[in-house]
């Protein structure tokens, strides 16, 4: 079904003295972008003269823009690999801050490769919390009544590790999640959730989950949005509750905990909530017995305003699964963050997922900006960007990071005062090649998207994907493996449409797969792979079950690693191919 959001109109009033005094550091921030960075390099560089990193690079204590861009050079994490594995090992000497590091915060590793471990130190927790504080006031500009409810957020945290020094590494979340800052946090009428922490602080991901659903089930009548991070972990709640409502419900029923949660904290914060309510529980069973699914979150959470998920990116293509499980409730895109630094806010977190932008906040770090193909010395500063380029985010942090590449390709779409707005258009890294092609997220995302398009009439939506160059047979060739929801049996795409949907996809691609495909032949004809129902969710047990963060989870849009290979292809249930070549001429250009 087809849902067009109905997006509220903002306020425009500040919903209290505290939410005033946070829109005004906004407005503060975003006047005065070129001088606020200058101070933040300045404080960055003048508190770290002394450190290992900025002495190899002859700085001798200068603060100035001009000697800083001039020498100290551009790097990737590999460059600078060999000296935080130093500090993971022990070496207490300042390498890269003079505040000693607090721990290391890990990338999700899902992308490429071992987990990245990026250095911090404990201040920025208070920055990353000023971050958090002023998300609220915004949305209370769109959203009014906000202190009339509870938010049903499903939060998590994976268990820590430790570096061969004693570092305690981790995922930025779960390391937000278990600091005062969190645990602690003052009462706030507009931002209460309905998970207890105790809930959120188990590591055990089931009993967390189960924890939470089931305090969002009993506090149906008080939620007032639904989130996740990220809109694939809102979608695994939400077959989470398709696989175990009927516990849930005979918990509520009875007022028992179901005996596989086995967490102390857990049980004893829950004794205090659980109460036997067989008419919810009824509710519950009614809900949920029906094969469809459709609008299932209003009709459980009849009050919710919003869902508040990240969608931007590679979650777009979540999208069309969450308008059908919520009945196209607005989804808000709040905030624009990564383990290196949290960047920036949306400034208007009702608007659609297309016209996400985010506003980076001047006081986080030091930010410059690649323009997209060009050389590194080339790099302008955040109010010098241009409305419609493309840039590579580049950081200075105060942890230590310097003049480091994130990997994230924004787009300025326009200002808030003199502050640049980006909307993120992908990753850096290439996804899929098996020649001289190159096909990257946004790309696939996109041919993706475009295929998805000849399901439509068959009321099927594609949920979940991801590719795999397979170069083992000469020629090698692009193998997308698809779970599909098919929400009418009775008119299931044929055989005859997937195979289209492989020749839409590669219609799609650039013009050198395409050449490649036609004129070079040294691309095969491209595959889908339809895998059983609940596929994915697997794939993220088992990425976690090896460390990867429930918070930070992404599906990686690329797969290689053998144990992953033999779980997707153990769960196929079709196959299809481009059934014709895709059009190429010479003169066409993409």
């Known amino acids: 079904m087809a849902v067009e959001s109905t997006l509220p ?25 070129d001088s606020v960075q200058e101070r933040v390099l300045r404080e960055i560089l003048g508190r770290n003269a002394e450190t290992e990193y900025l002495k190899r690079f002859s700085l001798n204590g ?31 000497s300042p390498i890269f801050s003079v505040h000693p590091i607090s721990e290391f915060l890990t990338s999700s590793g899902t992308s490429a490769g071992e987990r990245k471990l990026m250095p911090t130190i404990h201040e920025e927790l208070d920055r990353r919390q000023l971050l958090y504080s002023l998300l609220m006031p915004v949305m209370n500009l769109y959203v009014p009544g906000l202190d009339k409810g509870k938010g049903l957020y499903f939060l998590f945290v994976k268990a820590e590790t430790k570096t061969p020094g004693g570092l305690l590494a981790r995922p930025v979340l779960t390391s937000y999640y278990n600091s005062d800052h969190f645990e602690t946090r003052p009462y706030d009428p507009f931002n209460v959730y309905t998970s207890p922490n105790e ?47 009927k516990q849930l419900a005979h918990d509520i029923a009875t007022g ?14 829950m004794r205090k909530i659980l109460k036997p309510n067989p008419e919810l529980a009824q509710l519950v069973t009614m809900e949920c017995y029906e094969e469809n699914w ?61 016209e996400v932008t985010y506003t980076i906040m001047p006081n986080m770090a030091y930010f410059e900006f690649l323009p997209h193909g060009s050389s590194t010395s080339c790099l302008v500063d955040l109010a010098d960007v241009e409305v419609g380029k493309e840039y590579e985010l580049i950081l200075t942090t105060y942890a230590g990071l310097c003049r480091y590449r994130v990997g994230d390709i924004l787009r300025v779409t326009g200002f808030h005062n003199a502050a640049p707005q980006f909307r993120f258009i992908r990753r850096k890294n290439v996804l899929l090649s098996i020649e001289s092609d190159k096909t990257d997220e946004a790309e696939l995302q996109n041919a993706i998207e475009n295929a998805s398009l000849l399901l439509k009439e068959f009321n099927t939506s594609i949920v979940e994907y991801t590719s795999y160059a397979d170069t083992k047979q000469i020629p090698g060739h692009y193998v997308i493996y698809w779970e599909l929801l ?60 090896r460390g990867a963060s429930i918070n930070q989870y992404k599906v990686p849009r690329c797969v290689s690693f053998t144990p992953i290979m033999e779980l997707l292809n153990s769960r196929v249930v079709s196959k299809h191919f481009s059934p014709d070549l895709p059009h190429w001429t010479p003169e066409r250009r993409r």
């Open 9 to 33: 109109t903002p306020v425009r009033t500040p919903a209290s003295d505290k939410d005033a005094k946070a829109l005004q550091f906004i407005e503060e921030m975003t006047k005065n972008v």
């Open 62 to 92: 200068a603060t100035d823009r001009e000697t800083f861009k001039s020498r100290i050079p551009v790097v990737t994490y590999e460059d600078i690999q060999p000296e935080i594995q130093r500090i993971a090992n022990g070496d207490k």
């Open 199 to 245: 809930a959120i602080l188990c590591v055990d991901s089931f009993q967390s989950m189960y924890a939470q659903m089931l305090c969002g089930l009993i506090m149906r009548d008080e939620v007032l949005r639904v989130g996740a991070v990220f809109a694939s972990g809102l979608l695994r709640a939400i077959h989470f509750l398709q696989n175990n409502w």
């Open 256 to 269: 028992t905990l179901n005996p596989k949660i086995t967490d102390a904290p857990v049980r004893e914060c």
């Open 294 to 354: 459709e609008c299932i979150i209003k009709r459980i959470w009849p009050r919710t305003k919003y869902l508040d998920v990240i969608v931007t990116g590679a979650m777009a293509q979540y999208i069309p699964t969450l308008e059908y499980y919520s009945g196209g409730l607005p989804m808000a895109c709040t905030m624009y963050a990564s383990s290196e630094c949290y960047f920036g806010l949306n400034l208007n977190p009702m608007c659609k997922p297309s």
């Open 486 to 545: 098919v929400k009418d049996l009775a008119i299931a795409p044929t055989d005859d449409v997937l195979n289209r949907c492989c020749l839409q996809m590669e219609e799609s691609l650039n013009s050198v797969y395409r050449q490649s495909r036609v004129a070079d032949n040294s691309i095969g004809p491209l595959e889908i792979r339809v895998v059983e129902n609940g596929t994915f969710e697997e794939l993220m047990d088992y990425a976690i079950s």
